[in-house]
């Protein structure tokens, strides 16, 4: 729509496309997410994150800050906690990938964890919670009675305050996990 | 179509049949009465519903939110108000986020839900007066069904559970009953509501009904939503406030994979604050995310500052003292009672202090983004957080020149707000993106446009920093006599339509305590000049003004050697309701503050603050209809200092939803914890110089309390809101309670930046 005296939309030069080298085609980084094979062979340093998000569409990670301050894309890299948005795709050959997406099991039965969130109602905006529960799985995977200190080294943030329900969420799926021993 | 029942001048109930047997009833703004609802609204489309109840030939019942929620937890919290009145089974009730209503009343708008904005605190007052008889109504006409099936007076029946039973045990269940319900007439005037001891849902605890779908990451924000033919948007945006781009090269961003285009943005000149770009801007367009992001880093860009370089945080600090210095007149006094310069000559002792707080900024967790995706001629729609879906509707409109009915304003949840969604200015960016000139291939395309958070720091409407200084005369039976307060801040009221007589509305409350309380009290707004733009942030006058005021109280009880808690309760005397004219008023009752201050008081164990190793701090206030109260307990080790116990009292009414509510005080106390502990938005040769959370501070701070004891006080005044209510008096209770553990005084946020330079 044409504005008088509008900036917007002043097209620029030398805009076009067709000078772009397409990258050489390169051999698929091959990866398992949620227990699903898959190769990607876009750019290997997209972040993991935006391979989820706008690749495979799984948007239980969130982005939040490119910079892993903020702890919101935590998922889990061969069990262990990473953040997506800087970890690169070369860096993932051959690895398992557990996003929130994944932390049910296959029949939908929720993960103590999740359960524990429901209970302790640790939601608020729920921007961060996917973030906050795939790091609590990690610690929990190492720490089976974790303490307040291990708690407190999350760096995941939230910035609702949720953080003394995430807290007693993680105990509350602790003991659960233990009683299920 | 059964018919309509008038509640009030402007609003009414209506009652329709839907397919397959639906009952629905929905609340309607006199605006739009006057016209059908859509026949959409009577299919199965139900994602078009009005702010309607509707129970489905299945026994699910459908309610319709109209207020956003941005975490609030609005949307549990007003469909248990309407899922009360018909006596639901929670577990049957689904809840829609509504999108804007609004209408085309020959080419004006028509908003057919009422208010539709969320962050003054006014989503469950405004739903306690009208969502319970659409409730109330549903529940009358499917006893009426039900009565005539079992051939029985209505009135020997009982509802519970989504069940209506007769007297003899017969029951049926209410999707038995829609499709005779939806064509009886309803009764003239609304059904009455319940009476409180009736209440089933309201006043239990209950989750959020989104949990189940958060905590499997199947919730879509709008950042999730797919939109698999839009061209991603990311933005960089001139980092000199009112500064402007002087030169753009494109050509390496361009190379890049995937980046499309590259095109420029920026403020219109003539529209108001948060209607229009914040910033002059270059955006690359393109298929991916990553490659929007790449691109963006290759462009060569020159921005050019503005006209005024702008005025670091020491400048304005400095101009701030010189004022009170030198006693100039205030841009406006807002409060004067009696004569506070009398007061001064026959007081037995005067104190004064000022208090600094620094500029803030939002950082939501989820960043601002939207989908825009607009048919020239034909259609727009957009899917985004707000917190004023109206506004979104009003620039979307302007810059596509569409008609109302062909605007459609999608509002999910949001991933936080605090007053940052109340502005629109990342969709003024998307629209003229999307109406921008384009190759033909990319004609019509959606626009799915993403903040990144070094732009969403830099680029904000910050809570302006504000500077107080307050000054008392105190007699010689340490009564206070006079008060005189004054701030200084750049008004977050700017480029609104404000009226420069009016400026100071958004920075001080003329009846916030002590005024009422002391007969001699004048308070005084000064105008800042500053470049930055501002707005609200979570209740901010009252965040501030608590700060300043609860620690001068505090200052003034310890240097006449009284308990803070005794002088607290001894200024606000015997109950009494003053005069409130603003939010939450026309009143505030002392007593029920008084009351929150001695339930935080018994809870901490109070009467350890002197000798207690660990420091403990006090401090109480009122806003929006609510009755705030903390107390914390803080100890110091050397170096370091750890909120120990945190508790907080509140007092909103009638809870409708008290584990909701407890999550709120505990999240905002956190919150408020958090921002005077820690953050702060600083000024250098011009430019915002935070670009990431941890600059600008934010962290998960070994500081703040493992834990917030909330006490609720039970009550059964109608309820007010409380999203916000666990602010303002966490940060002073924090520095009052850092006074006692380490003998400073910080007068200064962030708290402990200012506390390393005192010790």
């Known amino acids: ?181 | 179509m059964a018919g309509v029942i008038k509640l009030s001048r402007r609003r009414f109930l209506q009652v329709m049949a839907g397919t397959a047997g639906a009952l629905l009833v929905g609340v309607r703004t006199a605006a739009a009465l006057d016209r059908p609802p859509p026949l959409a609204l009577l299919g199965d489309a139900w994602t078009q519903l009005g702010p309607y109840l509707r129970v489905d030939g299945d026994g699910r019942i459908f309610i319709g939110v109209r207020d956003p929620d941005n975490g609030e937890g609005t949307s549990t919290s007003l469909a248990r108000i309407i899922a009360e009145e018909i006596d639901a089974d929670w577990q049957h009730v689904v809840v829609l986020p509504l999108g804007l209503g609004v209408e085309d009343g020959n080419g004006e708008p028509r908003f057919t839900y009422g208010r539709q904005r969320s962050g003054d605190a006014t989503s469950i007052p405004a739903a306690w007066a009208d969502l319970r008889q659409a409730g109330a109504l549903a529940r009358w006409l499917l006893l009426q069904a039900a009565a005539r099936r079992f051939g029985v007076a209505a009135e020997s029946l009982r509802s519970e559970n989504g069940f209506v039973i007769a007297g003899d045990g017969r029951r049926l269940g209410y999707g038995e009953l829609t499709a005779a319900a939806a064509q009886l007439t309803p009764p003239d005037k609304a059904p009455a509501v319940k009476n409180a001891d009736a209440y089933r849902l309201i006043g239990k605890p209950v989750g959020d009904i989104d949990a189940h779908a958060v905590v499997t990451g199947r919730l879509p924000y709008a950042i999730d939503h797919p939109a698999d033919d839009a061209l991603v948007a990311v933005l960089s945006r001139c980092p000199w406030p009112g500064g402007q781009l002087e030169s753009i090269d494109p050509a390496e961003a361009l190379k890049v994979p995937g980046v499309l285009q590259v095109l420029q943005v920026g403020p219109e000149k003539d529209q108001m604050a948060g209607m229009t770009p914040l910033a002059p801007a270059v955006a690359v367009l393109a298929e991916t995310t990553w490659a929007a992001l790449q691109g963006r880093a290759k462009l060569k860009i020159t921005w050019k500052p503005g006209e005024r370089s702008e005025a670091n945080a020491g400048t304005l600090e400095l101009q701030a003292n010189a004022l009170f210095d030198t006693n100039a007149p205030p841009t406006s006094t807002v409060r004067n009672d009696g004569d506070i310069v009398a007061a001064r000559k026959k007081a037995a002792r005067a104190l004064e202090s000022t208090y600094y707080q620094p500029w803030i900024a939002h950082a939501t967790a989820e960043p601002l983004n939207c989908i825009v995706r607009v048919d020239p001629g034909n259609s727009a729609t957009v899917i985004t957080a707000s917190q004023a879906p109206r506004q979104a509707y009003t620039i979307v409109q302007r810059l596509t020149g569409l008609r109302p009915g062909q605007i459609d304003i999608q509002v999910p949840r949001g991933g936080g707000g605090f007053g940052r969604r109340l502005d629109h200015d990342h969709l003024a960016e998307a629209v003229m993106l999307a109406v921008a000139d384009k190759p033909d291939k990319l004609k019509n395309r959606p626009i799915k446009l993403l903040w990144t958070r070094d732009e969403d720091l830099g680029h904000d409407f910050y809570r302006p920093l504000a500077v107080h200084r307050l000054n008392a005369s105190i007699d010689n039976r340490r009564r206070i006599t006079g008060w005189h307060q004054r701030m200084a801040s750049p008004s977050s009221a700017v480029h609104r339509g404000v009226p420069a007589d009016k400026l100071w509305t958004s920075e001080l409350m003329p009846d916030a305590l002590p005024a009422g309380l002391v007969a001699n009290f004048r308070s005084d707004w000064y105008g800042l000049e500053s470049l930055l733009p501002r707005g609200e942030w979570r209740g901010a006058p009252h965040v501030t003004n608590a700060f300043a005021v609860e620690c001068f109280i505090d200052e003034i009880a310890h240097a006449l050697k009284q308990d803070p808690l005794t002088y607290r309760l001894g200024l606000l005397g015997d109950p009494a309701q003053l005069p409130y004219n603003g939010r939450g008023g026309p009143t505030v009752d002392t007593g029920r503050l008084a009351n929150v201050l001695r339930l935080v008081a018994e809870r901490i164990d109070w009467k350890r603050w002197l000798r207690s190793e660990n420091g403990l701090g006090i401090a109480c206030y009122y806003a929006f209809g609510g009755y705030v109260a903390h107390a914390l307990e803080v100890s110091n080790n050397g170096d370091a200092i750890n909120v120990e116990r945190a508790v907080c009292a509140v007092d909103v009414g009638r809870p409708v939803n008290p584990l909701g509510l407890e999550g709120q005080v505990m999240g905002a106390t956190m919150d408020a914890l958090m921002t005077a502990l820690n953050l702060s938005i600083t000024i250098k040769d011009g430019q915002v110089q935070q670009h990431t959370l941890r600059e600008y501070g934010m962290t998960n701070a070994v500081q703040l309390p493992n834990e917030v004891e909330v006490i609720i006080v039970p009550s059964e005044a109608d309820p007010a809101g409380a999203s916000v209510l666990g602010m303002p008096s966490a940060a002073p209770a924090l520095a009052n309670a850092v006074f006692r553990a380490t003998a400073i005084r910080v007068r200064r946020l962030p708290l402990l930046r200012e506390l390393a330079r005192l010790r």
């Open chain 1, 1 to 181: 729509m044409a504005q008088q005296g509008l900036p917007a939309g002043t097209s620029l030069p030398a805009m076009t496309t067709e000078t772009i080298k397409p990258d050489p085609v390169r051999q698929g980084i091959e990866i398992v997410v949620n227990d699903k094979r898959y190769s990607h062979t876009g750019d290997a340093q997209m972040p993991l994150l935006w391979y989820l998000r706008d690749v495979l569409r799984l948007t239980g990670a969130k982005y939040g800050c490119d910079k892993g301050e903020c702890g919101f894309c935590t998922v889990l890299v061969d069990g262990h906690a990473v953040t997506a948005c800087t970890t690169p795709m070369a860096h993932l050959e051959g690895k398992r990938i557990t996003t929130v997406e994944g932390l049910a099991d296959d029949n939908g039965t929720l993960h103590p964890l999740q359960q524990a969130w429901i209970d302790e109602d640790a939601i608020l905006c729920g921007y961060c919670q996917p973030g906050q529960l795939m790091a609590a799985a990690d610690l929990l995977a190492r720490q089976k009675n974790p303490s307040d200190a291990d708690i407190d080294k999350i760096g995941t943030l939230c910035r609702c305050g949720s953080y003394p329900r995430v807290r007693k969420a993680i105990k509350r799926a602790a003991l659960a996990m233990k009683d299920k021993k």
